[in-house]
């Protein structure tokens, strides 16, 4: 993977992150890594959220009445001398949140990257729900091209066919939640952001960012996965989700004095000692270690981060990696080769 930090069309463009947003019991349900990305001419400027789970960008305008659109940045295209109406409606369901809306083009800016006339959602309507992952004004997908808006090609896509890009490739360094120091990198990669060589996982499915699981274990027991299941590693998502079964399982073992009704919440002195879960993953062990999966809330009262929700997802149990796996995880996608790359975060 080293000649792919010698590219000439190399980016690295800085994410921060947003607050956790609140769920049931008090637990915290949501955080996103957002980015800076512009559209129009003269650009105007939103804060997106880098979704490797949909494909398709969308953002909010001055169209949306909702209550939901009120307090973020909208793009109005009169105020855009490239813009272009497609004429054509959108309707996209994300997590538990749904925008409506219409089709247009224009110029789309990620930092230094430039894609002109790129098809992208302007969003009349937006779900309260949507906004359950904090405050943010669209979503940039970053799934495989198989299920975009019907006419339209996803953003990464349009990079790398127009060369913009040298290597159909992108990285994503996530450390803690910290102001600064979050990397989203397309065309090559920065091996200074991890340690140790990257471990490559074949794509089963190239719609998805999709890999096999060969097993979950903790303290040397199978915990779940005990046939081999399939995963989804997804930024969207903030969790470690999985069948509810299974994961009240887990809970068990990390959390066996819950409190609030709630067995994600738990007492911070009971973390002290948790042991690290391990996802063995094409043959390799990808250890998450309770400084992960583990979030504090105050002083004394922290949560799980292993939620239910997958066991509608078939014909295989599904495990779905959210950014608590990827902030201990530097993580690549490469498309052209279908496969994931994973080494400890620097």
């Not at 490469?334 to 620097?346: F, T």
């Amino acid at each position: 993977m080293k000649d792919l930090v010698k590219v000439l069309h190399f980016m690295k463009h800085e994410v921060a992150c947003a607050a956790w947003a609140g769920g049931p019991h008090g637990v915290p349900s949501q955080m996103a890594y957002i980015s800076n990305i512009t559209t129009g001419t003269p650009p105007q400027q939103f804060q997106v959220i880098f979704d490797t789970n949909s494909s398709d960008l969308w953002v909010l305008s001055v169209y949306c009445p909702s209550s939901s659109c009120s307090t973020n940045s909208k793009f109005n295209p009169s105020q855009s001398s490239t813009f272009q109406d497609m004429r054509r409606t959108i309707n996209l369901s994300f997590g538990s949140g749904r925008m409506s809306g219409y089709l247009g083009s224009d110029i789309v800016r990620i930092g230094e990257l430039f894609v002109p006339w790129q098809a992208f959602g302007l969003s009349t309507n937006l779900s309260r729900e949507a906004m359950e992952y904090g405050p943010y004004d669209g979503i940039l997908g970053l799934a495989y091209p198989s299920f975009p808006t019907d006419g339209t090609s996803p953003v990464f896509d349009n990079l790398n066919n127009q060369r913009v890009i040298s290597q159909p490739v992108f990285a994503f360094y996530l450390s803690s939640c910290k102001p600064h120091g979050h990397m989203v990198m397309f065309g090559g990669v920065d091996n200074s952001y991890f340690h140790r060589d990257l471990k490559w996982i074949p794509v089963i499915q190239p719609r998805y960012w999709q890999i096999m699981m060969n097993r979950v274990s903790m303290n040397g027991k199978i915990i779940a996965c005990y046939h081999g299941c399939q995963a989804i590693v997804d930024t969207w998502s903030s969790l470690l989700i999985g069948p509810t079964d299974l994961v009240s399982s887990i809970q068990g073992h990390i959390n066996p004095s819950p409190i609030r009704d709630s067995e994600q919440m738990m007492s911070c002195n009971d973390a002290t000692n948790l042991p690290p879960v391990i996802f063995t993953i094409h043959c390799t062990d990808f250890p998450v270690s309770p400084k992960y999966y583990i979030h504090k809330i105050s002083k004394s009262l922290c949560f799980s981060s292993f939620q239910g929700g997958t066991e509608n997802m078939v014909p295989l149990e599904t495990w779905i990696l959210g950014d608590v796996f990827l902030r201990a995880y530097f993580s690549v996608f490469d498309q052209s080769k279908n496969r994931i790359g994973l080494a400890p975060a620097a």
